[in-house]
């Protein structure tokens, strides 16, 4: 069992990005904090970066699951945006976030936190820690932004986007040599077969969000066959759920329960 693995070590709790799949990430955080396991440290991507961060400053996973509460009716977090390059304003999305994080930096966590954002203008990835002298919410807006969904956010003059556009589960940027990582877009994350809808915009939209998930998969299948660290892999099974599945917080949540 993966529990004994880490047990009594230090090691860097790795989450992916995943949009409402990352839900399920919170209930792998249940069984940590019922086995008493803390992480050393903490990297995220898009949504894991926004969990990891409610874990760094202390939150446990019982209220971090009742904020998504927020996010189960997109009409909380959903503003539409007829300027620039999104559809979607991070306007709501950032009250959200300042209610959750206030004015807390980077160097501020109680158990440190890296965010993974890609550089919109040069495609190189930016990794936010302690070292930067940035809010939480600003790393995990730029963290978040899914090009043509999100707005970029642009923090010191730089344009930043989604971290999955570089590494969707960061364990190239773990410090410790045990990691725990949690992939919602793993080869469970996807289904074997075609889609059989019988409109053919339905088939369309699942054959683009199954080939954004396979895309993924193999970045994150290149990134673990290179490294030689001691990586311990949980692959919540999230085939039937599609990223926009925020109102199926509940249901997602339990596909992260007992797989520790």
Same mark, same amino acid.
């Given at each position: 069992?993966?529990? @004994? +693995?880490? $047990?009594? @070590? +230090?090691?860097?709790l790795v989450l992916s990005g995943g949009g409402a799949l990352g839900i399920a990430q919170i209930g792998v955080l249940h069984d940590l904090e019922k ?5 050393? +440290? ?5 949504? %894991? =970066?926004?969990?990891? =961060? ?6 446990? !996973?019982?209220?971090?699951?009742? #904020?998504? @509460? /927020?996010? =189960? ?20 999305? !950032?009250?959200?976030?300042d209610n959750i994080f206030f004015d807390i930096k980077m160097k501020d966590t109680k158990i440190p936190l890296k965010v993974i954002a890609t550089n919109? #203008? ?10 930067? /002298?940035?809010?939480?919410?600003? =790393? #995990? ?9 999100? !707005? !970029? $956010? ?8 989604? %971290?999955?556009?570089? +590494? ?14 949690? /992939?919602? #877009? %793993?080869?469970?994350?996807?289904? @074997? ?6 409109? $053919? ?27 030689? $660290?001691?990586?311990?892999i949980l692959e919540p099974t999230t085939k039937d759920y599609k990223t926009f599945h925020f109102h199926k917080y509940k249901e997602i949540r339990e ?6």
């Amino acid at each position: 069992m993966i529990q @004994k +693995e880490i $047990k009594n @070590k +230090e090691f860097c709790l790795v989450l992916s990005g995943g949009g409402a799949l990352g839900i399920a990430q919170i209930g792998v955080l249940h069984d940590l904090e019922k086995m008493n396991l803390s992480p050393s +440290e903490i990297v995220g991507t898009s949504m %894991g =970066a926004i969990i990891g =961060a409610c874990l760094s400053i202390g939150m446990k !996973e019982r209220k971090i699951f009742y #904020l998504f @509460k /927020d996010f =189960a009716n997109i009409f909380n977090w959903v503003k539409l945006s007829f300027t620039g390059n999104s559809i979607i304003s991070s306007k709501k999305i !950032e009250k959200i976030l300042d209610n959750i994080f206030f004015d807390i930096k980077m160097k501020d966590t109680k158990i440190p936190l890296k965010v993974i954002a890609t550089n919109t #203008l040069n495609g190189n990835i930016k990794v936010f820690n302690s070292t930067d /002298d940035v809010k939480i919410k600003d =790393a #995990l807006l730029a963290s978040m932004a899914i090009p043509g969904i999100f !707005e !970029e $956010k642009k923090i010191d003059n730089i344009i930043y986007s989604d %971290g999955f556009l570089c +590494e969707n589960l960061g364990i190239n940027q773990s410090s410790y040599d045990d990691i725990l990582a949690i /992939d919602v #877009l %793993g080869k469970n994350s996807f289904n @074997k077969n075609m889609p059989n809808h019988f409109f $053919k915009t339905n088939n369309v939209l699942d054959m683009f969000e199954k080939s954004m998930r396979i895309l993924i998969y193999n970045q994150t299948k290149t990134s673990l066959s290179i490294s030689k $660290k001691n990586i311990h892999i949980l692959e919540p099974t999230t085939k039937d759920y599609k990223t926009f599945h925020f109102h199926k917080y509940k249901e997602i949540r339990e596909l992260g329960l007992g797989l520790l």
